[in-house]
């Protein structure tokens, strides 16, 4: 079985380079635009890991964190954050909401990927060990 992210991120070229990323570690991507429509398709699509960006419409990424670490059934799904415009204090914010990582836009594409998979490893899921670096 395919590891599945679903994807938070309403910009679109951050969208597609996630995508792309993810895609060459042989994961299974679906994005979504802003929380409120990742809250409504979450127990639809049972991603082992979610990677959602902080400031999004609708429902902002610490919202739908909350949302999600709220949930007996949502709390244990992998939750990483990976945001723009970090203001001191974000990360801790995020940490305390009980985000699982948190990464800085922009995204450097190696950087990203080699996080990615260490990550991945270290929740015992699946991904293609030969892509990047
Ligand atoms: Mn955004």
Redesign the pocket.
Known sequence: MKTKVLLV???QQ?AYLINYLLEALGLVVVTVANGREALERVRLESPDLIIT????PELDGYELGLALKADPELRTIPLIAA??YAMPGDRQKALAIGFDAYFEKPIDPEDFTNSIRSFIRERDLHCDESSGS
């Not at 960006?53 to 999004?56: K, S």
Request: hydrophobic share 20%; no cysteine; aromatic share 0%.
């Open positions: 991120e309403d910009n951050n960006d902080i400031q999004l945001t723009s």
